[in-house]
Structures are given as structure tokens and as C-alpha cells.
């Protein structure tokens, strides 16, 4: 009976996409608008089946098979097959079923290389409907939540046709081109690590790869690259002596040069799974900012992040630079508040 009833959803839904600005044209002739606003970015998106409580006339399957019909139709949204996120899963015996831990979720999203997972419950509540769909950004877990009720005797038909629009539009906000976004991020962090520019500092951050060397520091120089672009002088150790580093820690000087900070840390990168073809890896960095000449540590931070490649080697160190980055930021965030709660102490 709920799969015979689907014409008023795909309707609905057709109705939906004309309010977001997907034209369609009804004559050859007609020129197509021009679509308001910079074009929608590709996005990968990871379904996990709803949880529905009783009282529900629809199995978790199959109203998880129309949320994913209704994201399938619409336009640069890759979804995460079924089959892969149960193959994960096992592999790292975690239950799919009825999953709403954002947490596990995302955890599973990074192993397929899903930029954003779907989580969401159905309940009845008296004589209503509800579902609430949770759509996680998986490198932040920042949130978007999408609900809809409706009548119980309208069906699950009259719950999903509530739920195409808002959906439908909550997509189309994260589809927007993250480079603004970036670009704001990245002068917040510019102006608060302004107290650090022009400062010196030295980048030692030891990495391995669990049970496969790796030839090139991935996280160190991300993390290098991310100092520099702040306006923070960074000094790697190329073959230091023996004894560099309690001379660093005793003097405050490297090569006779005066250093402020000694950035150091680990990375640690191990293998998470294969994917059709690809492998995926998690990667977990640690740094400390100690101040000089002392052993003062300053600030402490960590970076988690996961890609894939065809390569596991490459996979790594695609995971190691995303966690090195991270980390320095937060590490950066973290420090300028030291900083500045010092200065406000010193002020009292």
C-alpha cells in the first residue's frame, strides 16, 4: 500500500525543486534562466536508516528507501550505497540499525569519504507524525536539522510530502561554494593569531604510519604551510645535532637564531578500510606550543581526520595534512586566548 501511493510524493517533490530554481522548461523554445546565486557544489552524503518507534506503518527500510529517492533526484548529491556502509560497518562492528549517534555516524561517514551523514527518527505522537532528520557535516559536526509532522491518518505519505521541501532546501544551503566561507575562516584566524605574527617559531612533529613507513612529514608541513600563511615564520630541523632540542629549550635559539616557540607533536596514521577499490585512512596528530626559552608548554591541541586514495600511502598522508591543519588551528585559537587572558591579567 506505501509503495502504490507515490505519485503525490514525487508531485510534491517535483514543486519542491521549481521553488529551489531547478527550471523546467515546458517549450524547446523558451530560454532557460540564469540560476540566482554562484552554482551548487558537488556533495557526498551517507543515508544511515531511520529509526522508527511503533506505532509507525512503515518499516525503517523503506522509509529510509525515500529519503534517499527523494536526495537521489536531486542535482550534484552523490549518495553513499547501502552495501558500502554495511560492509564498513562490520568491519567495524557497529550496528546500522535504528543508528542516531551523530558520533558513530560521522565516524562511519569519514570511512566511506561522505562529507555529510543522515541520521533521523519517525515517531507517533498522539495523532501525529514526526520525522526529524539530522544532516551532519562530517569534518565540523556542525548540525542541520530537518523536521516535518503531519497528520497520522495521512499516512507516511503525508509526512515525507511535509519533509520534501525543507529537505530539499537545507541541501541546497550546504551545496553553497565553501571557498567564502574558508576565506572567512581563515581571516578570523589571521586576526586572532595577529599577537603571533612576525614570531619565530620551530616545527618538529614526528609521524608514522601504523605497520608502513612513511617517507615525507604530511602533517608537519601542513603544519609549516598553515604558520607561514598566518604571517608565523616556521623553522624545520634539517639533520639537527645531536642535543638540538635542550639547547633550544635551554637558550631559545637555533642556530644562533632567536626562536619563540618550539611547536612539537606526533602523528599517527593507520589504515581504516577499503572501499571499491580505495583505501581509506584515519589519521591523529598532537602538538604542544612551548614557550621560549623555557619548558613552559603554552597551549595544547589535536587534529582527527580520515581521506582515501588508491594508495594507502597516499591515503595517509592526505589524513595527516587534514590533521596537522586542524590541529594547528585549534592550537592557534587556543593560544591566542592564553595570550590574551594573560595580557587582561597583567592589565588588573
Partial sequence: MFMQRRSPLFLAFASALLLCGVVLADEPSRKAKKPDGPPARAIRLAVFDLDVTEGLEVSPK??????VAMLS???KVTLVSRDQLAKVANEHEIALSGLVDGDTAVRLGKFVSAQYVVVGRA???GQTDYLVLRIVDVETTVQTTVAAKAPAAGGPEAILDRLTEPLVKSIRVLQSPRQEKDDEELAALRKLAKPLAGKVVVVAVDEEH?????????AQMAVVHRLESLGIEAIVPVEPIAGWKEHLLASGKYDDRKVDFLLEGQGTSGFAARLQGLTSCRARVELRLIGLPGRSVTATERGVAADVDLVEALAAKKALEKAGEQACDALIRRTARVMREKTETQKQ
Fill in 62 to 67: 523503506a522509509l529510509t528507501d525515500q529519503v
Fill in 73 to 75: 533526484t536531486l542535482p
Fill in 123 to 125: 515517531s507517533r505522537i
Fill in 210 to 218: 601504523i605497520n608502513r613507513p612513511l617517507d615525507d612529514p604530511a
